[in-house]
């Protein structure tokens, strides 16, 4: 009898677990509640390495970075690293996304131009801390999964648009802060003529096999540049690689 109760019991069990696996949600209260604490180690680890704009560490504990990676990487979405996306491209780590948000120094009211919207996270980050965000990326799918993303998930100052970043978006210029997330061997000279007065703009420089991560402020002496730290970022590609290229940007469909 006590023999046949354990079995039954048994039974039942593996029932629940098969039932649990059948009719689990997409996020189960599980999954919230690990991101929740991988999100607050997070946070904990970003101020130790000198993240210290307030607006900067609400913004990414408000937005779902599990959103924006590749479902089978969704439980590593709070982890302080950089993650595939389609492509062959990559989501920049957490520590660099809020360095270069840092480093744009916004206050709620700016236009910003982003160059490599990649899966949309960073533009979700900027979404939060600009009044207006400018996305573009030279990928027309990678551009349209971010656009569609930051629809969906209610980033509605977010404008996403595919193209060669490498000339800017001069129809919305000028803007108060650039940020380029992709490697270039120079600062394109368009994205600094759409610079405002007193704009700031970030972006990794290759030097050799090396790269840097400089800001450069539009001062009325010229352009500042400071050095900030060493990344790693994927190529910017484009203009930016031919040694002549077209002063304006070729038409895109
Ligand atoms: N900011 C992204 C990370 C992007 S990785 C994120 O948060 O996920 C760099 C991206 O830059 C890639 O998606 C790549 O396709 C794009 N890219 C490379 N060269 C570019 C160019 N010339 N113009 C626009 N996007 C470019």
Not at 4 to 11: G, N
Not at 58 to 63: D, G, I
Not at 231 to 242: E, H, I, K, S, Y
Request: proline share 7%; charged share 20%.
């Amino acid at each position: 009898m006590r023999a046949q109760s354990a079995a039954c019991a048994r039974v039942i069990a593996v029932m629940v677990i098969i039932g649990a696996g059948i009719y689990a949600p997409a996020q189960s209260g599980t999954d919230a509640s690990q991101h929740a604490a991988a999100r607050t180690t997070l946070l904990r680890q970003l101020r130790t390495q000198g993240i210290s704009d307030e607006r900067v560490l609400a913004a990414l504990e408000r937005v779902p970075r599990e959103d924006f990676v590749r479902p089978q990487d969704r439980a590593r979405a709070y982890a302080n690293q950089a993650l595939p996306i389609a492509g062959g491209q990559t989501i920049s780590q957490p520590y660099i996304v809020a360095l270069m948000s840092q480093l744009l120094e916004l206050r709620g009211g700016e236009r910003v131009l982003e160059v490599g919207t990649g899966s949309g996270y960073q533009a979700a980050i900027l979404s939060v801390l600009a009044k207006e965000v400018y996305s573009i990326e030279i990928d027309p799918a990678l551009a349209a999964t971010a656009g569609e993303r930051l629809q969906r998930l209610g980033y509605a100052n977010v404008h996403v648009r595919a193209g060669d970043g490498f000339y800017g978006w001069p129809e919305v210029a000028p803007f108060d802060a650039v940020i380029v997330t992709a490697v270039a061997p120079q600062i394109p000279q368009r994205l600094v003529e759409q610079l405002r007065p007193g704009g700031r703009l970030v972006m990794p420089l290759s030097e050799g096999r090396d790269q840097v991560l400089v800001r450069a402020r539009n001062q009325e002496t010229g352009l500042a540049i400071e050095r900030v730290t060493e990344v790693v970022f994927v190529p910017m590609r484009g203009a930016v690689r031919t040694p002549s290229p077209p002063l304006f940007a070729p038409r895109t469909p």
